[in-house]
T-cell receptor, first 113, second 117 residues
Framework: AQKVTQAQTEISVVEKEDVTLDCVYETRDTTYYLFWYKQPPSGELVFLIRRNSFDEQNEISGRYSWNFQKSTSSFNFTITASQVVDSAVYFCALQTGANNLFFGTGTRLTVIP | EPEVTQTPSHQVTQMGQEVILRCVPISNHLYFYWYRQILGQKVEFLVSFYNNEISEKSEIFDDQFSVERPDGSNFTLKIRSTKLEDSAMYFC???????????????FGEGSWLTVV
């Protein structure tokens, strides 16, 4: 069975602080993909990143970075120098042999000006 | 940038009424999906669709639900007789390829809020 755990339900940070959102996943598949999506207050789901299970290289995109560690089944997301526009709910998701995504329960990030 | 579009953005309907939610997937995508998010909860998979047939569905997708691709561009979700618990945001999504392929990123539309009263 597949499972995605986002233990942090809500996080508040002051603008310009760094923040890390945790994601732990479970799957018996050896090939899988991990995703992060952002859901701003307007409600849409915005794709941020996809990572496959064979690529443990960390990735940086501007202020965003992702740390994938198979040994701990984690795919954590760090926002550096947070901004008010980063306030949103962030979902981690897992895709295995089937095409559908299993989502975590999300982490609500509030960046305080 | 190509995007998934959904209509309506918000619909209020009476319990027992039929609802059709519409979606236009990204034009070169071959796989289509519906997901649901009850207010404040996580996003849940409903159904996936490929080559004019359902390829996978969840337990939520019971006989009250159906999907259709009536023409070359639209993809619809029909709820036959809505219940109060069907109130949720419904997301349409599409992907170019299957899991395991380079084009398996699933892109979501902006969602359709359904309120059943």
């Amino acid at each position: 069975a597949q499972k995605v755990t986002q233990a942090q339900t809500e996080i508040s940070v002051v603008e310009k602080e760094d923040v890390t959102l945790d994601c732990v996943y479970e799957t018996r598949d050896t090939t899988y993909y991990l995703f992060w999506y952002k859901q701003p207050p307007s409600g849409e789901l915005v794709f941020l990143i996809r990572r496959n299970s064979f690529d443990e290289q960390n990735e940086i995109s501007g202020r965003y970075s992702w740390n994938f560690q198979k040994s701990t089944s984690s795919f954590n997301f760090t926002i550096t120098a947070s901004q008010v526009v980063d306030s949103a709910v962030y979902f981690c998701a897992l895709q295995t042999g089937a095409n559908n995504l299993f989502f975590g329960t999300g982490t609500r990030l509030t960046v305080i000006p | 940038e190509p995007e998934v579009t959904q209509t309506p953005s918000h619909q209020v309907t009476q319990m027992g009424q039929e609802v059709i939610l519409r979606c236009v997937p990204i034009s070169n995508h071959l796989y289509f999906y519906w997901y649901r998010q009850i207010l404040g909860q996580k996003v849940e998979f409903l159904v996936s669709f490929y080559n004019n047939e359902i390829s996978e569905k969840s337990e939520i997708f019971d006989d009250q639900f159906s999907v259709e691709r009536p023409d070359g561009s639209n993809f619809t979700l029909k709820i036959r007789s809505t219940k109060l618990e069907d109130s949720a945001m419904y997301f349409c999504a599409s992907s170019e390829g299957l899991a395991g392929s380079s084009g398996n990123t699933i892109y979501f539309g902006e969602g359709s809020w359904l309120t059943v009263v």
